[in-house]
């Protein structure tokens, strides 16, 4: 290698790609076999470097689907046009360095972590100085471990924000510095996206068995309905990081999919694990303030959210009666933080309405994407089932509240009569939601898209007012 010549060293972790490679092999474990990861502190013991190889032979067939840093490219190219040696020197595994640079066509050679050295900090200073020379390169990171190389270093091109650029300027006493833009940093709205916060509408739910018990103003029954709430936020936000850390790879082949926090790189896979406990934390906190059976019930929402994650999901049919399930926990578990008993009527209402929406958020994703029906296990006649099965079931549960006016709410209203004018909102919602997700419009989880969509707060107004006329006890 001439010394004479323009070199430019590029990192990869936080600099190519807006993530890091140690972390998705981590997250590809835990979808592929999860019991693996149990065998990762024994690799540690022996080096990571040796932990990074073991996991890429393993696990490392992902290189094509990396979220790269589209800034830290267009640096790249400009400096291969002017003539620079493009060198991806980097501490991930050398063997899949190898196949994430064959992937981008832009570099002249790789260097990474063997086997038994892991290429960061002093040691991939001293490999630089000994194959460039000093200051006979630039180098392109994104971190504190970066700086003894950036010391060695002709010019140090900086991914991250302006005042991390500025740090490094001042450490490498004014020498040039380019600061280039696109690295994944911590947010709050990343966070929130993460933990998908639009989605705690839908445990609004716990709520249904305070108002249908009609013991709302009861202090301490809203004080445990409230608590219930969120401890359902919590859990379920864990659980959505979960899934999304195992599907992060089907979720970079998705078209809208592929923006969430974690497949397209704006938060780190670390920050989100930390995360994921520190909510599964904060339920189990609400919970223990809650009755037993309460916390019973969102145990149970955990497991079979869990179970959906990892195999539930990609089961015909299967999927969208676990979702159903999921949904009708939450009106249980809203019962059992205030210890109410849930009607057979309102149980049947529930898992026929929840099947419904279930069946209507699945036939969504299956219009959405192709790819999304074969995961599911879903084909072309499999998909017109589920659409004439998801109508049939909401119309169920509309003819079951009708039942309900005149045979069991007698004993709890004056005017119960009223309540069956509750069936013409609740009938238009349903017929509404299933024409727009039939025009396209609806794009998210049904309950979500009906939160959001003004013109149902007309129709919760007219049920409310049915509910009023019909003066419950």
Known sequence: MPRSADNLCV?????????DSLWELVARALRKNPFYLALVPLMLARGRAFAKRRLAEKFGKFAERLPVNPAAVSYIKKRKRAGAKI?????????LAEKIAARTGLFDGVYGSSETINLKG???????????????????????SDIPVWEKSRTAAVVGGEKFAEKIRRRLGGRETVRIGGGAELSASAALRAVRAHQWAKNLLVFVALISSHRY?????????????LAFCFCASATYILNDLLDIESDRLHPSKRSRPFASGD????AGIALMLALAAAAVAAAAALPREFALALAAYAAITIGYSFAFKR????????????YYLRVLGGGEAIDCKISFWLSAFSVFLFLGLALLKRCVELSESAETARARGYGRANAKAARA?????CALSVA???????????AYYENPDALLLGTLPIGFFLWKIWRDAAQGLVSSDPLVYAFKTKSNYALLAAFAAAFALAKPF
């Open 11 to 19: 990192d990869l972790d936080g600099t190519l790609i807006r993530s």
């Open 87 to 95: 060198w991806l020197v980097t501490a991930c595994d050398e063997k």
């Open 122 to 144: 002093e040691n991939k200073a001293a490999l630089c100085s000994k194959i460039f020379g000093d200051g006979n390169f630039d180098y392109m990171g994104d971190s504190p």
């Open 217 to 229: 103003f009861n202090l301490g029954d809203a004080l445990n309905s409230a608590a219930a709430f």
């Open 267 to 270: 938060f780190p896979i670390p």
């Open 315 to 326: 089961v015909a049919f299967v999927d969208v009666a676990v979702l159903a399930c999921l």
């Open 389 to 393: 099965a998801g109508i049939a079931s």
């Open 400 to 410: 079951v509240y009708a039942v309900y006016t005149q045979r069991g709410a007698r």
